[in-house]
């Protein structure tokens, strides 16, 4: 395992820097392609001085064809985990075609220049935004897909592509299949216990925990929750939350598992990765005042369009095949999410 080199695109970002530093404890070499169009190259300097131990970092984006093929030629990548994209719903209703670009033919440019350079063994970074409104909570990964946004859309044509191939390389008989993972992540929250790394939003952060902290901080006034109404115990909207850290540590047993049994034989398989557990907007809110012991300001405001009224994962099969279940409860990742935030009110920015 170890002197293993993966390359992590987008590992600048939230979860790719949490899965750098996870890579790099492991034993693995670590190559990070990023554009930094929603990152910080800080992180990566963060990034070694928790692990004591260094990376390389291409400023690229992926792309550009010819500066990926470089980094496979100058570089003994053996998989690749796939986290550059752009993520936020709302912006991808306002500029789809960048969504698109960016996410979908950013895919189709590695995975060709991947299988140029005959490395297929692939980690995709996919949501659970992908389910569609047939699928009933706890999600399972066989249940029907019916993205409704340009972003989740973007991510349920990526599974696609990604099935096509490897269905390809079956009818092909290949020698060398893909072996690809598309991990459905539900909602990554904390940051690494070190406090030197954490989720570092662009403007107004559009998700809960980062808006919660900044609240707390007193960056924001008043976090407004969307919808009391729902038919939830508390009628506020309940997801499945998850600590990065045990996220990223998904994507290790990954790797592992696909060059393993299960994988044998090449393949694309989607495994969701969350905890099981549903939480509410009012269970975050209570969480976070009692660990934080800071009052949290909010105020009940209508549903935000498109929202749920409740998401959470059965991971069993991540259990079964990726021998991953998560280590972190609530308590963590509201302490982590406070600890990152509280050290660094200005996120990177020093
Ligand atoms: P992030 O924005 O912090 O990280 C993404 C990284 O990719 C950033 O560093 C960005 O600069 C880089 N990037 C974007 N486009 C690029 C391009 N064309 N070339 C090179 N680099 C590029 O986001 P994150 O929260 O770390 O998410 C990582 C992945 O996980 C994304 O694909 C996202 O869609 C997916 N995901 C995230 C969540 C979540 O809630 N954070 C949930 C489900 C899935
Ligand atoms: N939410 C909220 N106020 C906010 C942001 C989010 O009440 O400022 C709620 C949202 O309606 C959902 C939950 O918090 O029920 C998680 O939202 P988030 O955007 O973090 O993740 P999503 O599951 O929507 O991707």
Redesign the pocket.
Known sequence: MANKTILV??G?????SHACVELLEAGFQVVV???????KAESLARVEKITGKSLVFKH????DKAALQQVFADYPISAVIH?????AVGESCQQPLNYYH?NVY?TLVLTEVMQAANVKQLIF????TVYGADACNPYTEDMPLGAINPYGRS?AMVEDILRDLSEADRLNQSTNPWKIALLR?F??IGAHSSGLIG?DPNGIPN?LLPYVSQVAIGKLAQLSVFGDDYPTPDGTGIRDYIHVVDLVKGHIKAIDTLAGEVFAQGGCKAYNLGTGQGYSVLDIVNAFERVTGRTINYKIAPRRAGDLAECFANPALALEELGWQVEKGLDDMVADTWHWQSNNPNGYEA
């Open positions: 695109t987008g600048a970002g939230y979860i790719g392609v990023d554009n930094l169009v929603n990152s690229l984006d992926i792309r986290f550059a994209g752009l993520k960016n950013g970074s996919s949501s659970a991510k992540y909602n990554p989720e998700n």
